[in-house]
């Protein structure tokens, strides 16, 4: 990397990059569960996500990276947020911008232990110890706002079928914390 006047960064290139995946959770044995996905050199425990196939909408990219690097099947309860940050890729001086895109899901079939390559692990893991375990503080925050929703502590805004696109969901009723189906 090279500098300007003035000692600002000089790029070579910038690149907008983007990603989807989400906090899958469960009920188990009355405590909240989440799906972590884990590298073990150099040590990782991450959530799913990954980038958009061609053509692909964001939830569909989600659904599906979800899908392959857990090995369970998952449906979207509503989007927990968005996380935006930079890093520079030092093999080409790439400034890269990338965002994240969450959403709250719950599996609906499959069984880690049909994850993809990508990893060495993918687990079910009590949200106290996951916050815990996991590397990146964002994604940590994520974990703890859907913990939070499940709670009723916080609302989460579903999405209906105009907003799901082609990844459709059967929404829960009664859930604590997810709002009404009509706030599509």
Not at 64 to 79: A, D, F, P, W, Y
Request: positive net charge; contains cysteine.
């Amino acid at each position: 990397m090279t500098t300007e006047a003035g000692g600002k960064p000089r790029y070579a290139h910038y690149e907008r990059q983007t990603s989807a995946g989400g906090v899958v959770y469960r009920m188990q044995d009355g405590q909240v569960e989440v799906l972590l996905c884990c590298r073990k050199e150099p040590l990782l425990w991450a959530l799913p996500k990954g980038t958009p196939d061609q053509g692909e909408s964001i939830r569909e990219t989600a659904i599906r990276e979800v899908t392959e690097e857990t090995g369970v099947q998952v449906e979207i309860l509503g989007k927990l947020g968005s996380v935006r940050y930079f890093f520079t890729r030092i093999q080409d001086n790439t400034r890269c911008d990338k965002t994240v895109h969450h959403y709250l899901m719950r599996p609906t079939g499959g069984d880690p232990a049909y994850h993809d390559h990508e990893f060495d692990e993918a687990r079910w893991i009590p949200v106290e110890e996951a916050l815990k375990m996991m590397n990146h503080p964002n994604e940590a925050t994520m974990v703890q706002k859907a913990a939070d929703v499940l709670a009723g502590k916080i609302r989460l805004r579903r999405l209906g079928p105009r907003r799901l696109g082609r990844a459709q969901s059967n929404l829960p009723t009664g859930q604590a914390g997810l709002g009404g189906a009509n706030n599509g």
